[in-house]
């Protein structure tokens, strides 16, 4: 299996709604991304989870809630959205860096709208 | 943190001709740039990539440059064809032995090829 899969591909969800995005790939790879992107705007780095160890982007409300339950799962917890947090979101994965492979590989994405 | 600016922002360019997107970035300590291709409602598609220990890379019609000392570095695409037309995001980020920092994005460049 050498893709990145994100479920569900569109949300909509209420401002007071709790939902959760998933994120799974099988290629061994030990550094999963969450990205924003909105309309006509590049991906903006939200979340690094590497070797299991979470790092933040600051910028990052905390409505928002990373997990990793292991090293093929990244998901991505929602709560009490603003309709400004509607966007594409993206998830991507990384193989060892110590092999000194770098590239990042997509998922297709999850489509949200908040309401 | 990063700042990757790219330019230009919309590029028409002749079905067969040459197209370069340059892009430069701020910090010294990146050592991995990447360029995505992104087509309308689908995931950012790598296309090609290139280290800080390298001058130049090529993959076909596609090559990319990269002056360390100037901090910038370029796409090219030769004998453009209609399916190049999508928007090309480069990226960089700075990686090291057992972690991988995300990727910080240019602004992008809508490459339309005229038939």
């Known amino acids: 299996d050498t893709e990145v899969t994100q479920t569900p591909k569109h949300l909509v969800m209420g401002m007071t709604n709790k939902k959760s995005l998933k994120c799974e790939q099988h290629?061994?790879?030990?550094?999963m991304y969450w990205y924003k992107q909105k309309a006509k705007k590049p991906p903006e780095l939200m979340f690094v989870?590497?070797?299991?160890?979470?790092?933040i982007n600051e910028s990052v409300p905390s409505r928002f809630s990373p997990e990793c339950p292991n090293s093929s799962l990244l998901n991505l917890h929602l709560h009490a959205l603003q309709p400004e947090d509607s966007a594409l979101y993206l998830c991507?994965?990384?193989?060892?860096?110590?092999?000194?492979?770098?590239?990042?590989?997509f998922g297709p994405g999850t489509r949200l709208t908040v309401t | 943190g990063e700042n990757v600016e790219q330019h230009p922002s919309t590029l028409s360019v002749q079905e067969g001709d040459s197209a370069v997107i340059k892009c430069t970035y701020s910090?010294?300590?990146?050592?991995?740039f990447p360029w995505y291709k992104q087509e309308l409602g689908k995931r950012p598609q790598l296309i090609i990539d290139?280290?800080?220990?390298?001058g130049e890379k090529k993959d076909q019609r596609i090559a990319v440059t990269l002056n360390k000392t100037a901090k910038h570095f370029s796409l090219h695409i030769t004998e453009t064809q209609p399916e190049d037309s999508a928007v090309y995001f480069c990226?960089?980020?700075?990686?090291?032995?057992?972690?991988?920092?995300?990727?910080?994005f240019g602004k992008g460049t809508h490459l339309i090829i005229q038939p």
């Open positions: 290139i280290r800080s220990n390298v």
């Open positions: 990226a960089a980020s700075r990686n090291s032995g057992g972690g991988a920092d995300g990727l910080t």
């Open positions: 290629m061994g790879h030990r550094a």
């Open positions: 910090d010294s300590a990146s050592n991995y």
């Open positions: 989870y590497s070797y299991e160890k979470l790092s």
């Open positions: 991507a994965s990384s193989p060892k860096t110590t092999s000194g492979s770098y590239e990042q590989y």
